[in-house]
């Protein structure tokens, strides 16, 4: 049977008190939409995915390759359905929030291979830390299944400790047949999806789960950090069962696309984003950024150093403090330790870069590369003028302005000469 899949995204989320929409807020990296798609997509086999979002986030590159449909006006989850619907060809329909990136895929697995043919939906307990939560309840009573929304909820049906998820499985066929049949809510002013209850009669299947952490919604800021927070948790513990040390596995920040093997060693304070590998036997220390770089094996980053912009470091190489990498390779063995600035660089092997040492490379126009070969070694606080080349087994002497290539096996020297005057009293 044939399942598609539908994620409404039509919401702006005017309660984080952002410019931006809460379903493209960042969780671990990207946007939390992506971790639902991504869901998504490991559960679908031949199935359509389908993403209902307003007009000006259409063409946006999070929805690349999925069907979009429009939904102009903001006004429920029953009108953002009824927007899709002229995509669905399947024979049964997924619908899911864009706000839960939480969720497992083991629970949609579930969910698709329910034999319940007309709705089923899943609802999940309450812990009672948060009793007072205000998601719509599921109420069972006489075999009739309802799902009333909070604010609308009398104090009885409140107590309920059984919430709806928001994800729901209906038959495409019953769907289309009644989604018109729901009515605007007068004190909201909005289409739920969950009044279809009252018009789809016949075998209606509540999966409770006692998982209330996979299905939290993002409505707040607050809410936002408390699932960024168990996410961190989920991807710490990933990475530790695959054999990395964490110091404080609390106060490092990692993306959902980092890789990191094993008997690497990750100290207090360290920011992981996107596009990351670490490879085995690397150190990195407390205080440093890394995004889009890879890292390889027995490499000691840090303390306060920053990688980026497609950099590679090279086995046993070294960058110490205070020091940036941004779109360079760092040779085997090199060695940049204090204070300084590579960019748009290669540096070979065994090159050694003295404290404040920078590569100069924007002309206030374009970027320039600075080439270092083998066995080079650069004195303190050098400006290196791109576009150069430096060949092997030369000195740079401290102090020096190099704008011009150095061959190999030269010492240069780039610096105003010395001179010494008597002071007169």
């Known amino acids: ?108 697995n579930s969910l698709a291979e329910s034999s319940h043919t007309l709705l089923s939906l899943i609802g999940t307990k309450i812990p009672e830390k948060v009793k007072n939560t205000q998601y ?35 038959n495409t066929n019953k769907l289309k047949n009644n989604i018109n049949k729901i009515v605007i809510d007068k004190n909201s002013g909005e289409y739920y999806l969950t009044d279809i209850l ?103 980053v840090g303390p306060f150093t920053r990688i980026r912009g497609s950099s590679i470091l090279s086995e046993n190489s070294e960058i110490g403090n205070f020091v940036e990498i941004k779109k360079s390779e760092i040779g085997s063995r090199s060695k940049v330790k204090h204070l300084s600035y590579i960019g748009d660089s290669f540096l070979g092997e065994k090159v050694n870069i003295g404290a404040g040492t920078i590569t100069c490379n924007y002309d206030g126009v374009n970027k320039h590369k600075t080439k270092i070969n083998d066995n080079t070694m650069v004195g303190a606080n050098c400006s290196l003028i791109a576009p150069l080349q430096i060949g092997e087994n030369s000195v740079i002497a401290a102090g020096s302005v190099i704008t011009d290539d150095v061959p190999k096996n030269t010492t240069a020297f780039g610096r105003a000469r010395q001179v010494n005057k008597n002071i007169k009293n």
């Open 136 to 170: 719509g309840r599921i109420i069972t009573n006489n075999g009739i299944t309802r799902i009333i929304e909070y604010k609308n909820a009398t104090d009885k049906e409140r107590l309920c400790n059984i919430v709806n998820t928001g994800i729901y499985k209906f």
């Open 1 to 108: 049977m044939s399942i598609d899949f539908v994620i409404l995204s039509g919401g702006i989320g005017s309660r984080t008190l952002s410019k931006t929409p809460k379903f493209l807020q960042e969780i671990a990296g990207v946007p939390c939409v992506s971790h639902i798609i991504n869901t998504c997509q490991k559960v679908s086999k031949n199935g359509e995915i389908i993403v209902v979002t307003k007009p000006e986030f259409a063409k946006h590159e999070v929805f690349k390759n999925l069907q979009v449909a429009i939904q102009k006006n903001p006004i429920g989850t029953g009108d953002a359905l009824k927007c899709a619907l002229p995509f669905v060809t399947g024979e049964e329909v997924i619908v899911m929030c864009s706000d839960m990136p939480l969720i497992e895929p083991a629970y949609l």
């Open 198 to 300: 009252n018009y789809i009669k016949g075998d209606i299947n509540v999966i409770i789960l006692d998982d209330y952490d996979s299905f939290l919604g993002i409505n707040t800021m607050e809410d936002m950090a408390i699932v960024e927070n168990i996410f961190q948790k989920k991807l710490h513990k990933k990475m530790m069962a695959r054999g990395v040390k964490f110091l404080d596995p609390n106060s490092v920040y990692l993306s959902v696309d980092t890789h990191i093997e094993s008997d690497v060693v990750l100290e207090q304070n360290i920011v992981i984003k996107k596009g990351v590998v670490i490879m085995a036997g690397s150190i990195i220390k407390s205080f440093s950024y890394l995004e889009d770089c890879v890292i390889r094996n027995n490499v000691n």
